[in-house]
């Protein structure tokens, strides 16, 4: 089967993909590029997802591009609005003639003799196996699985005689009007979900392990929305992106700094919105500091509203086992349901569940060093997006997507085919330190060892904050001593046969 060429093969159409299509198309206007999606819509995350109330839990004048204004009134959006904003842009720069649909890559293989990786994608519809070459890999599948959620092992649940629905798979046809639900979990998605099923719901309770902070903002821009109408919308997109980017930074280091300080800010704020005698200390303090696992963003105070209201309850207890019409727990309390959402999380994914080899040799992620976040000690020509837990996902990988340009236009600029960073002398028994460091979240922490590691000195490291990373990625040396840049080895000639004496 011939292979189809291009200089940058990109894996994932979603809102990551879609914005390393545009920084190549603005940057690097000399190369070409295609990009594979698994999954027959652009879009990722916010394609995927379509539970009840679906919204994005980052402001999108930061989750939004670098490149292109949030236009929208809401700056805390719904799904379909943050859809629309993907494909507009895609459009917009001709990125979406550049997809190609239901090509799930399977394999990577890199050959250093000729300076190319080999991609392998099924394609999902058929079941054939279209081959792709590339002389540079860019990644941009995200951070989870689309196999399927994590669901813990919870005993019992085959007797359950109601519907038992995952949020990353959820039916379009379900019904929950009327009907008393049981949302497992207290991350981003249970907070979302939860104020948006209480108003068809007769009852939704949360319940919950253990407590997660919760912060209440407008879900408008109050500022944003005033700039735009007396300066350009560059302009006033400008001043609020780095308006948010500073406060958010400013938390994020109080948190680090005064977290007791934090932690009362935050409480008080729980208390005055349901009152006196509602149960804070159980039910809404966690036992980790502020930021030590992501701080859940409910806007307009909607999720405090459902419950003063009477539509929505929460409950802090674990699970003994399931029952034919509910959940029993260990306090002996069982709750009653029609549905039971199992809000438990998601699987994540190293690298887009692909198989990876270097020169014939597979590729363990978990024992490479990281570059930067982004690339992968000894691995030639590959670079991989991955945002932020602590702040908006595109912030980083708008970084990364400008510093991939960087590489290719300098690579251009010496004549050479391939880009890898090495251990210098220097790193010799460097300690290892994980790839995310202080994030307590069980979904992180299950995954963490599939990870490259990070040293204790750059460029091994992947600090998650975005001052030091727009120093180190975007103001950076490109020739630092880690990062080599050659040319693929010469070709040999055969060595002639001897010819037999007469």
């Known amino acids: 089967m011939a292979a189809e060429h291009v200089d940058v093969l990109i894996v994932g159409a979603g809102l990551s993909g879609v914005g390393a299509g545009v920084h190549l198309h603005e940057k690097c206007p000399t190369k070409s590029y295609a990009i594979l999606e698994g ?31 949030w236009r929208e009134a809401k700056s805390i959006a719904d799904g379909p609005s943050i859809l629309k904003y993907v494909n507009e842009t895609a459009k917009e720069y001709g990125v979406d003639r550049k997809i190609r649909y239901n090509h799930l890559v399977r394999t990577a293989s890199w050959d250093s003799a000729t300076s190319t990786w080999t991609v392998e994608a099924q394609i999902k519809n058929t079941g054939e196996t279209s081959v792709f070459t590339c002389n540079f890999l860019f990644m941009c599948s995200g951070y989870y699985s689309y196999r399927g959620g994590y669901t813990p092992d919870f005993p019992g649940l085959s007797d359950f005689k109601g519907t038992v629905v995952h949020p990353q798979e959820w039916p379009e046809d379900l019904d929950y009007t009327g009907k008393t639900v049981v949302v497992i979990g ?16 007769a009852h939704v309770t949360m319940l919950q392990r253990s407590p997660t902070y919760v912060v209440s903002r407008p879900d408008k821009d109050a500022l944003a929305n005033n700039l735009r109408k007396f300066l350009p919308e560059t302009v006033a997109y400008g001043l609020t992106r780095w308006k948010n980017v500073t406060l958010q ?28 005698d509602y149960d804070v200390e159980t039910h809404f303090t966690p036992s980790y500091n502020p930021w030590d696992q992501r701080l859940c963003l409910v806007p307009n105070s909607d999720l405090f509203q459902a419950i003063r209201s009477g539509k929505a309850s929460v409950v802090t207890d674990t699970i003994e086992t399931f029952t034919e019409t509910g959940v029993r727990l260990n306090s002996g309390q069982e709750l009653k349901a029609d549905i039971i959402v199992t809000a438990t999380g998601l699987r994540m994914a190293v690298m887009g569940e692909v198989d990876f080899s270097v020169d014939g040799a ?15 000690s000894d691995v030639p020509n590959l670079v991989s ?36 960073p090495r251990l210098r002398a220097s790193d010799t028994g460097m300690p290892a330190r994980p790839w995310i460091n202080d994030f307590s979240a069980g979904y992180m922490q299950r995954e963490l060892h599939r990870f490259p590691k990070q040293g204790d000195r750059e460029p091994w490291v992947n600090p998650q904050d975005y001052k030091k990373d727009k120093q180190m990625i975007r103001h950076g040396a490109i020739e630092d001593g880690a990062l080599l840049f050659e040319k693929a080895p010469p070709v040999r000639a055969a060595a002639p046969l001897l010819q037999a004496a007469e």
């Open 186 to 201: 207290s991350g981003a998605t249970a907070m979302t979900l939860i104020p948006a099923m209480a108003g068809k719901a």
């Open 249 to 276: 930074g400013i938390m994020y280091q109080r948190t680090r700094t005064q977290p007791d300080k934090v932690k009362a800010f935050i409480l008080d704020h729980v208390r005055k919105e349901l009152g006196p």
């Open 385 to 420: 997006t991955f945002g932020y837990i602590n702040a908006s996902w595109t912030l980083r990988a708008d970084l990364t997507c400008e510093y991939v340009c960087r590489l290719l236009n300098h690579q251009d600029k010496k004549g050479t085919t391939q880009i890898t």
């Open 39 to 69: 999954r027959e819509a652009m879009g990722g995350t916010w394609d995927l997802f379509r539970y009840p109330g679906i919204r994005s839990d980052s402001d999108m004048h930061t989750l939004g591009y670098n490149f292109k204004p």
């Open 362 to 376: 597979p590729v363990d992620f978990g024992k490479t060093w990281t570059y930067k976040g982004m690339m992968f």
